[in-house]
């Protein structure tokens, strides 16, 4: 029976790095590439897999400790090796579905579990890397929430929004345009062509790299198979080496709410555009809510806001919510802060709503309500305990940098990995987890992840805000430019915006900036640009910034905290 002591291979330049995970255990079957253990350096985490097959017999290391090229990992009985299946980092209990592998209906290298901006680019990416890839999604159609229900139809609703409002403004330059009549059935046309075009490219995208794309409910088996089950009933298997989860998330409910009448809505209902109520409740005054509130009020609808917390747009410095609360305020009909809904009541004449204030209950009625209190991760929902896959108690699923799940073949990126639930942020993860899983050092590290409100007008933020700050009781040094000295957003006819940069007093580095104002959102692209490239206050002032442009406001904010401002009188030194 030889016995195999199993060593650290060469791990490059590293005299000795920590195990961070075992996936084995004495009296495991293995086969030749299971993973053993899993290492980590400063730059990336590696499996060690197994160069043979057989049955652990010792284990030498424990998590954390530190080792070197040529340190034991385990000793490994080859003799028994044969016809086992390989059971390597199977969670205790779990069952493997016997010879999963090659009983599925259809079986890839990697699938993906969900086609949303998550999953779509996790398989192209997997693809152009040279796997062979199979996409599963439950919908008709690719692209996911941010497609079909969310990013994208929201904007073409607020640009819509956006153009009402800025020709009415017109008429304060001696411009005017008359009322402008809404034709609801040719804006929803056109917000679903929009759609339809993006939705119908990513098709054409999977065919051109030959990814597999099966439409169907996705459930895990076990950890090398999930069952596919059509709209039909019928069902098939898909078997897999690795799998990426990009399930993303759902809308939460609240069980107050009577969500099965249609005039409560939720984002997905408040962007099919039924109609223009009369008088509308946007439950809940975070990005999605006061998105949609816009829309509907540019639209005509009377918008009443009722949000729990003390401010809208949590996360947001105040601020920089003030100017946008300044203009839409008086747009509104009501702004509750600080108030809960505690119950609604459906009744033929509209949606009762009782509410409790600081100054005590009282009740409303409204035509419509939309629901837009969060959204919850659907890790519950494709039975990832099949597969050893840990799911917390609100299903989010959690993941180490490299995207992977406590399953190391398995990984997990978009929604349902965590906060912030953002397209982008879906997408760079994405990248990385087929990345990884096509065999390459990658890893998920982002210094930020910008958030914008695409209100009107726009907040966005990014990186160190002044309230997290505070909280943190870090110094922070910042520098505040009001776009009422900007000649662009003068000659805009808009400006109330705000452009500030926050830094670290020590080393003038950058470390957070937050903008309220027109294209804040495409603004704040550079100040991600600078946190990442670690630039300082001088690297941020002496680029060269066009003008007359909204974009100059970032490059006059920090001069605002270096004392060079010429455009305005420089802050005092403190
Ligand atoms: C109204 C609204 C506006 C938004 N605006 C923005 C914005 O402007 N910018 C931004 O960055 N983010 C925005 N978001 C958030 C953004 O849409 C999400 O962060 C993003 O879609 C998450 O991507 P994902 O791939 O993780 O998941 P999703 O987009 O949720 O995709 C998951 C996919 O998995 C599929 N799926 C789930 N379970 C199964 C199963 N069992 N079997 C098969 N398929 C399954 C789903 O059908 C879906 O297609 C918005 C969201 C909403 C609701």
């Known amino acids: 029976m030889p016995i195999e002591k199993i060593t650290v291979p060469d791990i490059g330049d590293f005299d000795s790095v920590p195990v961070i995970e075992i996936h084995v255990a004495v009296g495991d079957t293995v086969s030749a590439e299971d993973p053993l253990v899993t290492l980590e350096s400063d730059k990336a985490a590696m499996d060690v897999p197994s160069p043979k097959s057989g049955i652990v017999k010792a284990l030498h290391v424990g998590v954390g400790d530190k080792v070197g090229e040529g340190a034991a990992l385990l000793d490994l009985d080859l003799q028994e090796e044969a016809g086992a299946p390989s059971v390597a980092h199977r969670p205790e209990g779990e069952s493997v579905p016997s010879g999963a592998k090659a009983q599925g ?6 699938v993906v579990l969900g086609a949303g901006p998550g999953g779509y680019t996790a398989a192209f990416r ?5 796997m062979d890839v199979v996409l599963l999604e439950r919908w008709p159609m690719l692209g996911g929430v941010c497609l079909n229900v969310g990013c994208i139809p929201s904007k073409a609703l607020l640009h819509a929004a956006k153009v009402i409002d800025k020709a009415s403004e017109m008429k304060d330059h001696g411009i005017s345009f008359g009322q402008p009549s809404v034709d609801i059935d040719a804006l929803r046309g056109w917000k679903d062509s929009v759609v339809s075009k993006l939705v119908g490219g990513l098709s054409g995208l999977a065919k051109a790299r030959k990814v597999k794309v099966i439409h169907g409910k996705a459930e895990f088996e076990g950890s090398t198979a999930i069952r596919v089950t059509a709209e039909d009933g019928s069902t098939q298997t898909v078997t897999f080496d690795k799998a990426v989860i ?9 069980p107050f709410i009577p969500h099965d009448d249609p005039r409560v809505m939720d984002s997905t209902g408040a962007l099919e555009l039924a109609d223009i109520p009369k008088r509308m409740l946007v439950l809940g005054g975070g990005i999605i809510g006061l998105e949609m509130a816009t829309v509907y009020e540019a ?12 401010g809208l747009m949590a996360g947001a410095d105040p601020d920089l919510v003030k100017p946008w609360q300044k203009r839409m305020a008086p747009k509104f009909e009501n702004i509750f802060l600080k108030t809960k809904v505690t119950n609604v009541t459906a009744m033929d004449t ?25 959204r919850i991760p659907n890790g519950k929902k494709i039975k990832a305990e099949a597969a050893g896959v840990a799911v917390d108690e ?3 699923i959690a993941t180490d940098k490299q995207m992977r799940t406590n399953v190391p073949t398995i990984f997990a990126i978009g929604d349902i990995v965590g906060q912030p639930m953002l397209a982008h942020k879906a997408v760079h993860e994405a990248k990385v987890a087929a990345e990884v899983a096509a065999g390459h050092k990658s890893a998920f590290d982002a210094k930020v992840i910008p958030s914008v409100a695409y209100t009107d007008p ?23 430019f009001p776009w009422a000295a900007s000649g662009r957003s003068l000659a805009n006819g808009r400006d109330e915006g705000i452009t500030k940069v926050i830094f670290d007093p020590e080393t003038n580095r950058i470390l957070g900036a ?25 690297d941020i002032a002496l680029s060269i910034h066009p003008h007359p442009t909204l974009s100059e406001t970032v490059a006059m904010a920090t001069e605002m905290y270096d004392g060079t401002i010429t455009d305005l009188m420089p802050p005092k030194r403190k």
């Not at 600081?358 to 209190?373: Q, Y």
């Not at 294209?519 to 704040?524: E, K, P, V, W």
């Open 126 to 130: 997997a693809a152009d890397l040279g």
């Open 458 to 480: 726009e907040v966005a933020w990014v990186g160190l805000t002044e309230t997290d700050a505070r909280k943190q009781g870090r110094k922070i040094g910042k520098g505040v």
């Open 350 to 374: 509209g949606l009762k709503v009782d509410f409790e204030g600081p100054d005590g209950t009282f009740t409303d009625v409204f035509d419509r309500i939309l629901v837009s209190v969060g």
């Open 105 to 110: 209906d259809v079986h890839a290298q990697l």
């Open 299 to 310: 639209l005509g609808a009377q918008i009443t806001v009722v949000e729990l917390l003390d």
């Open 394 to 396: 609100r299903g989010f």
């Open 246 to 254: 990009a399930a993303g998330s759902e809308p939460v409910e609240l």
């Open 514 to 538: 937050g903008i309220v104002g027109s294209s804040a959102g495409d603004l704040i692209s550079e100040a991600v640009l600078a946190i990442e490239m670690g630039a300082d206050a001088e």
